[in-house]
């Protein structure tokens, strides 16, 4: 049977597929959809438990079948690949809020390759479910939060995500983005060369909003920084980075800056 016809299947049987830590893939960024009708559904204060709740179809997209490809030619699964897409692999209690109210408790992890958050209602459940991505929920897990905003790639284009808020303040907000990259294995040519196994590498990107505006990304070099700040505000974060020597690649310390730019 095809793929489509196993998901079509699955989900006309109202079935819950279960993914492990090294399931398959999927094409990344796919994401939950968010209606109307589930908002809806929400307010209603309806139902109480997950499984196959319709109820809970407004905080919950069905975990869909984390089949793929990576490429035409060539078929994997994450077992064939180095790494992992989670950032912690293990499923840890963390909160659930709509519209910054705390609303719910359950168990969660971060997919950075497909920037899901990934739930469960008990550590050793089986079914895992996909948190509907829309800028009313957010949660967070393990000492971080994750927030589903609009933002602009380093590329000027306008996507939506998940982004970390590192500081807040009236002039500038920081925030950081969790990315697992997908790196094509090398075999080797010759006995003298080396070999490279298909990979995911960690990487993480900067974002910065100035009076509320929508979060763009920033380089973390110090004529980029530098750039984001008001002329008049510019001779002290110079004196700033002379002084401290913060490392700019480094979350603390550019939260640190951003705190005293805010404070200016």
């Known amino acids: 049977m095809k793929k489509k016809q196993i998901l079509?299947?699955?989900?006309?049987?109202?079935?819950?597929?279960?993914?492990?830590?090294?399931?398959?893939?999927?094409?990344?960024?796919?994401?939950?959809?968010?209606?109307?009708?589930?908002?809806?559904?929400?307010?209603?204060?309806?139902?109480?438990?997950?499984?196959?709740?319709?109820?809970?179809?407004?905080?919950?997209?069905?975990?869909?079948?984390?089949?793929?490809?990576?490429?035409?030619?060539?078929?994997?699964?994450?077992?064939?690949?180095?790494?992992?897409?989670?950032?912690?692999?293990?499923?840890?209690?963390?909160?659930?809020?709509?519209?910054?109210?705390?609303?719910?408790?359950?168990?969660?992890?971060?997919?950075?390759?497909?920037?899901?958050?990934?739930?469960?209602?008990?550590?050793?459940?089986?079914?895992?479910?996909?948190?509907?991505?829309?800028?009313?929920?957010s949660c967070s897990m393990n000492g971080e939060v994750y927030q589903f905003i609009g933002y602009k790639n380093e590329d000027g284009e306008s996507k939506r995500g998940y982004l970390m808020p590192l500081t807040a303040g009236e002039n500038y907000a920081l925030f950081m983005k969790q990315i697992k990259v997908f790196k094509e294995g090398k075999p080797a040519k010759t006995s003298l060369d080396n070999s490279f196994p298909h990979r995911f590498l960690d990487k993480t990107e900067f974002y910065v909003s100035k009076s509320g505006d929508v979060p763009v990304f920033v380089k973390t070099r110090k004529s980029s920084i530098l750039s984001l700040f008001s002329d008049e505000d510019q001779k002290t974060m110079k004196n700033y980075i002379r002084d401290k020597r913060p490392n700019l690649n480094d979350k603390d310390d550019l939260q640190n800056l951003f705190a005293y730019a805010n404070a200016l």
């Open 8 to 137: 079509g299947a699955l989900i006309a049987l109202g079935t819950f597929v279960t993914v492990s830590a090294q399931g398959s893939i999927h094409v990344q960024g796919e994401g939950g959809v968010f209606t109307a009708d589930r908002l809806a559904l929400l307010k209603s204060g309806e139902g109480g438990g997950l499984g196959n709740n319709p109820a809970m179809m407004d905080l919950y997209n069905d975990m869909r079948m984390k089949f793929g490809r990576l490429g035409e030619e060539v078929k994997l699964t994450l077992d064939d690949i180095d790494g992992s897409i989670y950032p912690n692999e293990n499923f840890t209690l963390g909160t659930l809020y709509e519209d910054g109210e705390a609303f719910k408790k359950l168990y969660m992890r971060y997919d950075a390759y497909n920037d899901e958050v990934e739930l469960k209602e008990a550590k050793d459940d089986d079914v895992v479910r996909a948190m509907v991505q829309h800028p009313k929920y």
